[in-house]
């Protein structure tokens, strides 16, 4: 059963654009929810993390927006780029907890 | 300042036989996880070790795979009587504590033919 449902599966956008991935979860002891990045084959590299007391948090191109009540939360790279290509991947932990819940992954194409 | 490194970086095998898979993590880290990535699917865990035991192997999928780390360091994971099923990307993490940002290795890819 997974905890962390992510969509879409996967999306092509142009160089600038916006991709946009969502993730839900609904196991209410989430306190933890980072997004990794993954490129073919090589391991998973934190991107960027948030926790629930915040709605949103940027790091560079990369902005994570939150929706505690709705249990949602959802990546944004801003002016992407062709190097951005790779598949993301959003995650959850609970608190005190050591095991992260990923979900099924997103490979975006950014096209030149 | 190394990262985790996982070796082999790629294993072919045939069914029924014997594999080792081995994670060396970052220096200090504490903490040590292995996952297991199936194609086009997030990883998922497997085992997890403080130190030198196994404070949660829930995650095995049966008494096949068993994992060691003996020193509190380099981690082996070990998989009997392989079946095609087990194919899959085999990834290690370490984190300085439970807790705390976790750091993942390149993966072996283990193919059982």
């Known amino acids: 059963q997974q905890q962390v449902k992510q969509s879409p599966q996967s999306l092509i956008v142009q160089k600038g654009g916006i991709p946009i991935i969502n993730c839900a979860y609904e196991?209410?002891?989430?306190?933890?929810f980072p997004w990794y990045q993954q490129f073919p084959g090589k391991g998973p590299a934190l991107l960027i993390a948030?926790?629930?007391?915040?709605s949103e948090k940027k790091e560079g191109r990369f902005t994570i927006s939150f929706n505690k009540s709705a249990k949602q939360f959802s990546l944004h790279i801003m002016d992407s780029q062709p190097g951005d290509s790779a598949t993301y991947f959003c995650?959850?932990?609970?608190?005190?907890?050591?095991?992260?819940?990923f979900g099924a992954g997103t490979t975006v194409t950014v096209r030149a | 300042g190394a990262g985790v490194s996982q070796t082999p970086s790629n294993k072919v095998t045939e069914k029924g036989k014997y594999v080792e898979l081995r994670c060396d993590p970052i220096?200090?880290?504490?903490?040590l996880y292995w996952y297991r990535q199936s194609l086009g699917q997030g990883p998922e865990f497997l085992i997890y070790?403080?130190?030198?035991?196994?404070?949660?192997d829930s995650g095995l999928p049966n008494d096949r795979f068993f994992a060691v780390r003996p020193e509190g360091s380099v981690s082996t994971l070990k998989i009997q009587r392989t079946e095609r099923g087990d194919s899959a990307m085999y990834l290690c993490?370490?984190?300085?504590?439970?807790?705390?940002?976790?750091?993942f290795g390149q993966g072996t890819r283990l193919t059982v033919v």
């Open positions: 220096s200090g880290h504490t903490a």
């Open positions: 993490a370490s984190s300085p504590g439970a807790n705390t940002e976790a750091f």
């Open positions: 070790f403080q130190g030198t035991g196994a404070a949660d």
């Open positions: 948030i926790r629930p007391d915040v």
């Open positions: 196991n209410t002891a989430f306190d933890y």
């Open positions: 995650a959850a932990r609970a608190l005190n907890d050591y095991k992260l819940s």
